[in-house]
């Protein structure tokens, strides 16, 4: 995975150095184990879907960088100012490549952090998933307690998916399989496959901005900032609460929760990002921001 970033994005001797600190330090973090994941399309598979649709990423010189896509804040999307880029698709952010997962908050935010980037905010994914980004005064009612905030939210958000108006989990990497074990005998990482899609094997699961896999694949880590200094974005941020966004690969199968692109999770697993026991599993991963 490691070989493929700098191919591909061309991160440094230096970042891959940080990266692979970083995984040595798990037992788990990676694109699934190997002895139980049953991946749900091959990288090949991935790469003929994407020539047959005619796929052609735009690259943006504002983002430095590979595979990153401007949140704008104009009245349709790609218009207006952008201070922030998101990965177009789930770490590592290559085409065709496999979601990282069994990362915890905490983790994600250090691998963002290794190759120059951060972990994004909840806005922010949301933004970049409804074609565009919303000011932050409109997007938390910091000071309140976090349910209160989230029904604040939720109850006047636009419902939209990334691909359009009206809810089609087809469109996405939505049709994978739990392994049979897992939930039957436990969770973990001996039981649970990560049955994950390549990146961007659905040309359809796109955003208005051009951002795969908001829907379907892996669910994905984000700062929740409760309070104003803790927006990732901020200057010396100090982080909020974490939050997972997005819909997983079973959803065609069951569908555990809402997953429009502006819905905000209740506390599932709930603490601060960057406590060491933050939450990571099978079906779970993350892609970065970077501020502008």
């Known amino acids: 995975m490691i070989e493929r970033m700098r191919a591909v994005l061309g991160v440094t001797d230096e970042q891959v150095g940080k990266l692979r600190a970083i995984l040595d330090d798990s037992k788990i973090a990676g694109q699934g184990n190997p002895e139980v994941t049953t991946y749900a399309l091959t990288r090949k598979e991935c790469r003929e879907r ?162 795969y896999d908001q829907h379907g694949n892996a669910a994905e880590h984000m700062n929740l900032p409760l309070k104003a200094d803790q927006l990732a974005s901020f200057p010396d941020g100090k982080l909020g609460e974490t939050e997972m966004k997005g819909s997983w690969f079973i959803f065609q199968k069951y569908e555990a929760h809402d997953d429009d692109c502006r819905w905000r999770a209740p506390d599932w697993h709930a603490s601060k990002v960057m406590a060491h026991g933050s939450h990571g599993n099978y079906h779970l991963g993350f892609r970065c921001c970077k501020s502008l």
């Open 50 to 211: 994407r020539a047959a649709a005619g796929v052609a990423d735009e690259t943006f010189a504002a983002c430095g960088g590979p595979n990153m896509v401007p949140i704008t804040s104009g009245a349709k999307p790609g218009e207006g100012a952008a201070t922030v880029c998101i990965d177009r698709y789930e770490f590592p952010d290559v085409a065709c490549d496999h979601p990282m997962t069994w990362v915890s908050a905490r983790q994600a935010e250090e691998l963002c952090i290794a190759v120059g980037k951060r972990l994004c905010d909840a806005h922010e994914w949301e933004g970049a998933c409804a074609g565009k980004l919303l000011p932050v005064e409109e997007e938390y009612s910091f000071g309140r307690p976090r349910k209160e905030q989230k029904g604040l939210h939720n109850g006047s958000r636009e419902i939209r998916w990334a691909y359009g108006p009206t809810k089609d989990h087809t469109k996405c990497g939505t049709a994978s399989s739990k392994n049979e074990e897992c939930t039957t005998k436990g969770i973990g990482w001996k039981r649970c496959g990560s049955n994950t899609y390549p990146a961007g094997s659905f040309p359809e699961c796109k955003s208005p901005l051009g951002v």
